[in-house]
Every structure is written in C-alpha cells, then in structure tokens.
C-alpha cells in the first residue's frame, strides 16, 4: 500500500529575505577582512618603500662624496702634470727677461734650486757608520740587501759618499732612489743591517742642527739613566727602548712639542759620538 508524497513548501518571503540577509551579511564580513589585508599589506609596503628611499640617499651621499674625491684628485694629478711639465731647474735659470731685475731672476733661480734640492732629499736613504774603503763597491754592498728584498737596479737611481773625506773618519752614503714609496722601506731594510750603524732621512741644514741637538739630549739621558733605560734617536724623535722588564711598546717624544708614538723593540740605541 503506498501513500503519495507530501509536496515541498515553498519559501516564504520572509524566509528568503533572510537567508539573503545571512549571505550579504557574510559576503561584507569576507571583504572586510580582505580590505583589511589590503590595508596591511599596504603599510608594509609603505614602510619598505621609506626604508629603501632611506636607502638610496644615503647612497646619494655617498656617490656624492666620492665625486668630490675624485674631484680633487684629479685636481692635485692636474697639478702635478703641469708641475711635471715645467721647465727644469737650468731652464728656468737660464731664462732672463730684459724687464725683469736680475735680483728677483737670482731669487727665483734660489728658490728653484731649493725646491730641487728638497725634492731630492725625500727620495734618498742615508747611511751613518758605514766603513769607508779605499776600493769599494757600495752598489753591490747595499743590493745584496735590497736585492732579496724585491728590490733592483731600476729602484735605485745612485749609491756614493757624500761630503768631503777626512782621515779616520768615513763620509756618509746616500741612497738615492727613483720612488719616494720605497724610501721608508729601504731605510728600515738598510738601518737593521750590519752594513751601517743606522740609517735615516736625508736632512735638511736646520733639520740637522735638530738631531744634534736631540743627540746630544739623548746621550745625556742614557748616560744619567738609573734604571737602565736607553733611549734612542730616530726620524728627530727621541725614543724609549724597549727592554725585557717593561711591558708593552716603549714610548718616544719629542724634546721640543711632547709628542708620543711606539718604538719597535729591535731598534739600535744611538749614541752620538764626542767630536
């Protein structure tokens, strides 16, 4: 026996004015959250983009910087090519004009030479107490220090004495090389050598009369040191040498303006000798 089925209720208004409610109602919740996200998204982006504009000038800045380096490195290579292509010493003394007075042609000649000469001081080594010898061969005497060394015969322009030669006593030697960046090596390779007693600048009249005096100074204080502390000269600097009961590096200063620097714990003391 079979009974007939029940027919389906159709919604009414009010039902299906709620379940549309239900589904905007949803449908707004989902878009919130994603205009939320959005949002968020947003701001971070917002920050990396401050972060990298942060970025970048710094970098300006930096670029910047660098410009103006370059700027005037190319400044000071312009100057040094113009100063490079002037005429040399004989042609600058030799060129007169008829209104010029002689004076100030011989003043300028001076300073020319003295410029020259300075020039020179800063590419040469000079050697204190090395024997002097009737024959000797001061090229091969130095290189066969230099020579292991990465130094050749295109590093070194000259090796001779210099001044005039007086019995028992030996001339200075002077080491005059084509670079001035190998004058402080080649100072240190030769002054640590047995070849010398020491080594250093090629000085100038007052800066001579400045190392006697800080010479003198130096011997006075070894020789009224207690303690047995030496001190030693080096480049118009007197030097505390460093000994096996202090800690540390020594300490060096100069007589004249106080200041302070290191010392390497093999330096040779210098004493000057009584003339």
Do not use: W
Request: contains cysteine; proline residues 3%; charged residues 35%.
């Amino acid at each position: 026996m079979s009974s007939s089925a029940k027919p389906v209720k159709a919604p009414t208004l009010t039902e299906r004015m709620t379940a549309l409610e239900r589904l905007l109602e949803a449908s707004m919740a989902s878009t919130t959250r994603s205009i939320t996200e959005l949002r968020e998204e947003i701001d971070t982006k917002s920050d990396q983009v401050a972060f990298l504009s942060a970025e970048l000038e710094k970098r300006d800045n930096i670029i910047n910087s660098l410009t103006a380096d370059l700027k005037k490195l190319m400044n000071l290579f312009s100057s040094s090519r113009d100063r490079a292509d002037a005429k040399t010493y004989a042609e600058a003394a030799a060129t007169t004009k008829p209104d010029v007075n002689p004076l100030i042609c011989e003043l300028r000649s001076r300073k020319i030479a003295r410029d020259r000469e300075i020039h020179k001081k800063d590419f040469t080594v000079v050697l204190i107490g090395m024997p002097e010898e009737a024959e000797e061969d001061l090229n091969n005497k130095c290189m066969k220090i230099l020579g292991p060394e990465g130094f050749g015969a295109s590093d070194v322009d000259s090796i001779f004495r210099h001044g005039e030669l007086h019995p028992g006593k030996e001339r200075i030697v002077k080491v005059r090389l084509h670079r001035k960046e190998h004058q402080d090596r080649v100072k240190r390779l030769l002054g640590r050598s047995a070849i010398c007693k020491f080594a250093r600048d090629d000085l100038t009249i007052d800066e001579l009369s400045m190392d006697r005096q800080l010479r003198r100074q130096c011997r006075e204080m070894n020789e009224n040191s207690t303690d047995g502390t030496k001190f030693v000269v080096r480049d118009l600097m007197i030097y505390k040498k460093k000994t096996s009961h202090t800690s540390g590096s020594g300490m060096v200063f100069n007589v004249s303006d106080g200041k302070t620097a290191t010392l390497n714990a093999n330096e040779n003391v210098v004493q000057e000798k009584k003339q």
